[in-house]
C-alpha cells in the first residue's frame, strides 16, 4: 500500500461512511479479531460500521467486545445483503478473493462499493480499489495495527481495539512461536499491553475454557493419529459420526491438527474432517520448515493459505480423501526428508 494509498484512503474516511467489513467463511481468530478491532477503530471516528461474517465461529471467540453485534449472513441474509448494497466502503480482511466468502461471494462482487482488501494471504486476486497485502506478515489482525499506524492514528487504539488485535495475533501465530512472528509483531504485542489488551485473560478465554465433550473429542481425535515414517508425516481423522457422539461445537477442532505437528521427526501434519451437511471433508494442512502446504493443498485439495499453514477441501468420502493423501505422499518424500 503507497503512501498516496493512505493519502486517499485518510481522505476517504475523513468524513462519516457507512463500511461493511466482512472476513472468510468458517472465520478463525484472526478473523474475528481483525475484523472487530477496525470495526471499533472506525466507530470511533464516527462512521457507521457494521461487521458481517459468511457463517458462525467458535464459541471461545464470542467474550470479545463487539461480537453481539456481528451479524451473520447465513442468518440474517437479508439484512446483511441491504448493508453492502448500501456501502460507500467495503474492507475484506483475512482473505483475498470473493469464492473465500461462500454464499456472500455473488453480493460482495457485484457491489459498487469501493473496496480494501487487508491479508497476508498468498496470489491475492485483483478485485480491491486499495490492497494492503503482505504474506511476510504473521496475521491480519497485525496488519491492522500497521494500517492504524499508517494513517498516523495510533493514539486512538483503545483497550477493546487492542484486545481484538491481540486475540488475532495470538492465534493465527500459536501463541507467537510460528516464524512469521518477528520482534515487530512483540513490540506491538507489548503496546497492546500497554494499551489494555489483558494478556492473561485474553489467553485463557480463548485457551483454557473447555467443555467436557471437547476434551473428549481431542482424545478421540489422538486415538486416531497415524504416522507415516518414511514421509515424516502426521495425519488425523474425524468422521462426522465421531463429531456427533462428542456433540461437536464449531471450533472444537481448532488446533488438533498441530499435535502431529508436534510429534518427534515429523515435518508435514494433517487432519481430515467430515463435514456431511456441507458433503465435504474439510482439511488442515500445518509444516515445519520450507515445505509448502499452501502449494499442496492449492494442487491436490482445493485450497491454498500459507507455507506452513493451509486449508484444502475434498467432495470425496473420507477413505477415499484419506486414500488419496496418502497416495500422493510418496512423491513428496524427498522434499520431506531434506527438510
Not at 468524513?15 to 466507530?43: E, F, M, Q
Not at 440474517?76 to 474492507?91: R, S, W
Not at 504473521?138 to 488485535?165: P, R, W
Not at 499491553?193 to 473447555?210: F, L, M, R
Request: proline share 3%.
Amino acid at each position: 500500500m503507497t503512501k498516496a494509498d493512505i493519502k486517499s484512503i485518510k481522505q476517504l474516511l475523513g468524513k462519516p461512511k457507512k463500511i461493511v467489513i466482512v472476513p472468510h467463511k468458517n472465520p478463525d481468530g484472526d478473523a474475528i479479531g481483525s475484523t472487530l478491532a477496525l470495526y471499533h477503530y472506525l466507530i470511533k471516528h464516527q462512521h457507521n460500521a457494521t461487521v458481517m461474517v459468511p457463517n458462525d465461529y467458535p464459541r471461545f471467540l464470542k467474550w470479545l467486545p463487539g461480537n453481539n453485534n456481528i451479524l451473520k449472513h447465513d442468518i440474517e441474509t437479508e439484512a446483511c445483503e441491504t448493508h453492502i448494497k448500501n456501502a460507500d466502503i467495503i474492507f475484506t480482511l483475512d482473505f483475498n478473493a470473493f469464492h473465500r466468502t461462500g454464499n456472500m461471494e455473488t453480493v460482495l462482487a457485484e457491489s459498487e462499493a469501493l473496496k480494501i482488501m487487508i491479508d497476508h494471504h498468498q496470489a491475492p486476486d485483483g478485485y480491491a480499489t486499495y490492497m494492503y497485502s503482505d504474506v511476510n506478515m504473521s496475521s491480519t489482525a497485525e496488519m491492522v495495527y500497521h494500517f492504524i499506524d499508517k494513517l498516523g492514528d495510533t493514539n486512538s487504539i483503545d483497550s477493546n481495539i487492542a484486545t481484538c488485535i491481540y486475540v488475532g495475533i495470538m492465534t493465527d501465530t500459536g501463541s507467537f512461536r510460528f516464524p512469521s512472528t518477528t520482534s515487530k509483531t512483540h513490540q506491538i504485542i507489548a503496546n497492546l499491553i500497554e494499551k489494555g489488551a489483558d494478556n492473561t485473560e485474553i489467553h485463557n478465554n480463548v485457551y483454557d475454557t473447555n467443555s467436557y465433550e471437547r476434551l473428549q473429542l481431542l482424545g478421540c481425535a489422538l486415538s486416531n493419529l497415524k504416522v507415516i515414517t518414511e514421509s515424516r508425516t502426521a495425519y488425523i481423522t474425524l468422521s462426522q459420526e465421531e463429531l456427533n457422539r462428542f456433540n461437536y461445537k464449531k471450533g472444537d477442532t481448532e488446533g488438533v491438527v498441530n499435535y502431529g505437528l508436534s510429534l518427534e521427526n515429523i515435518v508435514f501434519a494433517a487432519i481430515f474432517i467430515e463435514d456431511k451437511q456441507e458433503g465435504i471433508i474439510k482439511i488442515s494442512f500445518r509444516s515445519k520448515g520450507n515445505f509448502s502446504v499452501n502449494e499442496f493443498s492449492r494442487v491436490h485439495f482445493n485450497g491454498g493459505g500459507h507455507t506452513n499453514a493451509a486449508g484444502g477441501r475434498s467432495e470425496t468420502s473420507l477413505k477415499n480423501t484419506v486414500d488419496k493423501f496418502i497416495s500422493i505422499l510418496p512423491s513428496y518424500n524427498k522434499a520431506l526428508n531434506n527438510d
